[in-house]
């Protein structure tokens, strides 16, 4: 009678540690390793397109968020170290120290993307930025692909 207690205890246990709720926490699902797919950079000046630069990454590129909100990069060469946060399941903001990368000090620098896809498998994300200089405006969007 003791063993079967136990064990109808342990399979109860085990049953209830096993949930089917499917977890889409942001914060956790892009905690890992990504790989740049493509990424592509346009700038429009006083709202004409003056440039539009696709990403060239080597083909071990990738970018690493870790669950502390620390982070790397490494699209072409030197690795990029950033803070990360997610805010509202859709907002990730990227923090860059000063830092050197290919030999240049680099100021420390801030990026905001909205998150338009996050699965296991994909991430999509979209910035768009404006600065206005005078009566001029530059706008610049960022529309990125990291596969797992």
């Keep these: 009678m003791n063993k079967l207690f136990i064990a109808i205890i342990a399979a109860v246990v085990l049953f209830a540690g096993c949930s089917k709720k499917n977890n889409t926490n942001p914060s956790s699902l892009i905690v890992g390793k990504w790989h740049f797919v493509s990424d592509t ?18 083909s071990t590129g990738y970018a690493q968020f870790n669950a502390d909100g620390t982070g790397s990069e490494s699209p072409v060469s030197d690795t990029v170290k950033f ?17 050197k990368i290919d030999g240049v000090q680099v100021d420390a620098e801030t ?22 200089d005078g009566g001029n405006s530059e706008r610049t969007t960022e529309a990125s692909h990291l596969t797992r």
């Design 41 to 58: 950079i346009n700038v429009y000046d006083n709202g004409t397109l003056s440039s539009s630069t696709p990403g060239v990454f080597k």
């Design 83 to 99: 803070n990360y946060t997610v805010a509202d399941s859709k907002l990730l903001t990227l923090n860059y120290p000063t830092q």
């Design 111 to 132: 990026q905001q993307f909205t998150i338009k896809v996050l699965d296991s498998h994909n991430l999509y994300l979209f910035s768009d930025a404006t600065v206005l």
